[in-house]
């Protein structure tokens, strides 16, 4: 579980106290990580857009805020990126699941794990690929403090090969 362990312990240590998320497998540890923490107000949503939502608005009563996902939700998600967060500058934390690349065994995952670089950088949403949890960790502390700067959510794309330190 060190993949997760990591991302787990940036957050806390990033002062991320709010977290909603769609069901991932890929992301059920750090899931249930989330979910047992007394002090972060964790939400499970069935769909991303709903995330977006919530977190929106936790972020307006002024909570710090991320969403943990699979890549297939930022399709779901692009109205409310534009018309939500880009309209009125909200900084969210997007921690996804990349879904639809290296040992993919669903083959309907696959086109939008090739679009989901192109379509975080036509949402002007900085992306980072962390390959190892040491990176993760440095990277998540980073990202979330460079999402007030901007004003915007960051996202970090972790792909199969991350998650394989979950099964260490």
């Known amino acids: 579980m060190r993949g997760s362990l990591a991302i787990y312990k940036a957050l806390k ?4 106290d709010f977290i909603c998320s769609v069901p991932c ?17 964790y939400i499970p949503t ?23 996902m699979q890549n297939s939700g930022i399709g779901n998600s692009i109205n409310a990126i534009a ?13 996804i699941s990349h879904r639809g690349d290296l040992k993919e065994q669903i083959s309907a995952q696959i086109p939008m ?4 670089t192109k379509l975080l950088d036509v949402c002007e949403i900085p992306t980072y690929k962390p390959k190892t949890p040491e990176e993760a960790y440095k990277l998540i502390k980073y990202a979330s403090s460079y999402m007030f700067k901007i004003s915007y959510p960051v996202a970090l794309l972790f792909d199969a090969l991350y998650w394989e330190y979950d099964l260490e």
Do not use: H, M
């Not at 240590?13 to 991320?16: G, K, L, Q």
């Not at 769909?47 to 710090?64: D, V």
């Not at 018309?83 to 921690?95: A, C, E, G, V």
């Open 13 to 16: 240590e990033s002062n991320i």
């Open 25 to 41: 497998a890929n992301l059920k540890n750090l899931i249930k990580l989330v979910e047992e923490d007394e002090n972060i107000i």
């Open 46 to 68: 069935t769909r991303e857009e709903e995330a977006f939502g919530i977190c929106a608005g936790a972020y307006l009563a002024g909570k710090k805020t991320a969403i943990l």
């Open 83 to 95: 018309s939500l967060y880009k309209t009125f500058q909200i900084p969210t934390l997007l921690i």
């Open 113 to 116: 794990g090739r679009w989901i």
